[in-house]
């Protein structure tokens, strides 16, 4: 599965991948779509980046989609790779935001991966937030600064077959009208491929219970299937994890990609969050060592609120 002289080029790729970490987290330009302090909106569904977002946002059972790999790192490192992303992302309430990332694969018996996002928007304060002077009916919006930094270790027990991750987080955000914050957290996650075609991957995330905004412990759980190069079928479910926990809180996502030629793939999905529903699609102009891949998420009952993400990829 590997492929060099681990011992020699393992520091160069740690080298790269914290290089990109510290760069990324002293730029005030990068930014991402996660969960902020402001009203519960679609930008508060988890930040995976161009290509899942164009399929449904799924992701936990994608073994070929680095972009998504905060849903599970252990899927991630089914396969061989040295990738870097960027991107950004546009929609509703002056968001803004970009991401970037790193995972190697390649140089040891471990993959490591490493991410950072930002977003910025001003969406209106939830009436339990709102000023004691602020009449109910006037809008009240709140900018805010959300980041955070992700990193992880994932070990392929079985090289392609079977592998086990942890990763650790830490979010921060400052907001006009309500006190900064930040919370660190960690998760862990499995993946299982039984057949080629097939993909299966489990994971929990933000195990530690704390009171940062919009941050719950997550169980997330994927299957999917891929019919060779051209088509890929993928089914997602997200359930928090507490003790009140009723499968009306579950969020369901479903998406597919088709190859309409080597360099050029479609993209379609659902996805849902128990009280809001979107649709989902996306392109990908494909080559050996450079990806570009679009998707836009279109809220159901606002056709207008909207997310549009690109990502580049490189692959060495």
């Known amino acids: 599965m590997h492929s060099g002289n681990p011992l020699r080029t393992f520091p160069?790729?740690?080298?790269?991948?914290?290089?990109?970490a510290l760069a990324t987290t002293s730029s005030s330009a990068w930014a991402r779509g996660a969960p902020t302090p402001g009203a519960a909106a679609d930008e508060d569904l988890e930040g995976v980046g161009a290509r899942a977002t164009g399929a449904g946002m799924v992701g936990v059972a994608n073994p070929n989609d680095v972009g998504a790999m905060r849903l599970s790192m252990a899927t991630v490192s089914l396969a061989d790779r040295y990738e870097l992303f960027v991107g950004g992302e546009l929609?509703?309430?002056?968001?803004?935001?970009?991401?970037?990332?790193?995972?190697?694969?390649?140089?040891?018996?471990?993959?490591i991966g490493l991410g950072y996002q930002?977003?910025?928007?001003?969406?209106?304060?939830?009436?339990?937030?709102?000023?004691?002077?602020?009449?109910?009916?006037?809008?009240?919006?709140?900018?805010?600064?959300?980041?955070?930094?992700?990193?992880?270790?994932?070990?392929?027990?079985?090289?392609?077959?079977?592998?086990?991750?942890?990763?650790?987080?830490?979010?921060?955000y400052e907001a006009d009208e309500l006190s900064d914050a930040g919370a660190f957290n960690f998760g862990f996650s499995l993946a299982w491929r039984p057949a080629t075609p097939f993909t299966l991957s489990a994971a929990i995330g933000n195990l530690l219970e704390n009171d940062f905004r919009d941050t719950e412990r997550q169980l997330r759980v994927g299957a999917r299937w891929d019919a060779g190069t051209y088509f890929g079928l993928e089914g997602n479910a997200l359930a928090p994890v507490r003790p009140t926990w009723?499968?009306?809180?579950?969020?369901?996502?479903?998406?597919?990609?088709v190859g309409i030629a080597e360099f050029l793939a479609l993209r379609a999905g659902y996805a849902n969050d128990h009280t809001k529903s979107w649709v989902t699609g996306g392109l990908g102009l494909v080559s050996k060592s450079c990806d570009l891949d679009y998707g836009v998420r279109v809220r159901i009952d606002a056709p207008r609120h909207n997310v549009h993400v690109v990502d580049v990829r490189l692959r060495f």
């Not at 509703?92 to 993959?111: C, E, I, R, Y």
């Open 12 to 20: 160069l790729r740690i080298a790269t991948l914290v290089t990109l």
């Open 91 to 111: 929609g509703p309430d002056k968001h803004l935001g970009v991401h970037a990332g790193a995972a190697d694969s390649q140089t040891g018996p471990v993959m």
């Open 118 to 172: 930002r977003v910025s928007d001003a969406e209106s304060l939830r009436l339990s937030e709102r000023p004691g002077w602020q009449e109910i009916d006037e809008d009240f919006e709140n900018p805010t600064v959300h980041q955070g930094v992700f990193a992880g270790v994932a070990y392929p027990f079985v090289p392609e077959k079977a592998s086990v991750a942890v990763d650790a987080r830490y979010d921060w």
């Open 246 to 257: 009723d499968w009306k809180d579950v969020d369901w996502r479903l998406g597919a990609n």
